[in-house]
């Protein structure tokens, strides 16, 4: 019965001393009591340019040995650098796997493998957790807050709002709040097209109604009409002077932050640039305009990861062929 096991040094020894002297492969293989394809095998992999040395064949067989069943980060380099690269950018995980996908040019893994690498032991010295949105080392169940209620007057109901609004398959349909900065005194104004997911943002010098009415105008003013159809906002007492917004304005149910989800998972976005407590007189609107570029080119997966700009310019020239 010939032998199955890896040919070991003493082998090699004598395998490189026979084939100095011209010993032929099938005699070889005969005094090891090997197969022959073994030792032709041995003799092409482990060779040193057109000689065969022992010590050497042993250094590479070991070598082999030590990286057998291990693999490259995230499948290979190029997804490893790709993945790096998003992670700076600020993208999670979920928008990296599916962008990957999308653009079908790396190979494909699921959002789960990135956080396992992110998380995995041998990784934790990299600290790469920080470079996730949220900057956290465990999974956390996310919390929403809840709306502000406010007496405004000629307020139109959520529930008397448009059906088309609902099935996102028309264009111009917005949803509207405010972010809050340190003690109230400035903020930004928000504003998401629900199909799309495109943000606008308008910096707040103060909470008033005259200030939030004058950042609606800012961030509607450049828009044709056929996107300005609605907006749905919360009950904030900002928008008491609504009946001077640009288009019909509607107002979710009291304490019902998930009528609004769009805009408050994009609030969110911004808090990861904004934590709360932040002093927004200090933040320029140009500061808040690469924000917003930022945010819309990241690829969302309810858009099947294209970038919610992509989709913008799309339905834009539709609006536009359609005039």
Known sequence: MQNTRKLTPTERDRLALWKSRGKSLRWIAQKLERHVSTISRELKRN??????????????????????????????????TYVLEKLRWGWSPEQIAGRLEFEQSHKVISHEAIYQFIYAEENSDKKLWEKLPRKQKRRRKKYGRKSQRGHIPDRVSIHERPAEVE??????HWEGDSVEGKAHRSGVHTQVERKTRVTLLAKLNNLSSEETLRAQKQVFSWLPKQLKKSTTNDNGKE???????????????????????TNENTNGLLRRYFPKGTDFTSVTQAELNDIAQELNNRPRKCLNYATPIEVFRVELRKCCDST
């Open 47 to 80: 060779r040193w340019g057109n000689h065969y040395v022992a010590i050497h064949a042993q250094s590479q067989a070991s070598k082999r040995k030590s990286k057998a069943g291990k693999r490259e980060p995230l499948k290979d380099s190029q997804t490893y």
């Open 239 to 261: 928008f008491y002077f609504h009946k001077g917004f640009e288009l019909p304005v509607y107002f979710a149910d009291p304490y019902s932050s998930f009528q609004r989800g």
């Open 167 to 172: 099935t996102r398959q028309i264009i111009g």
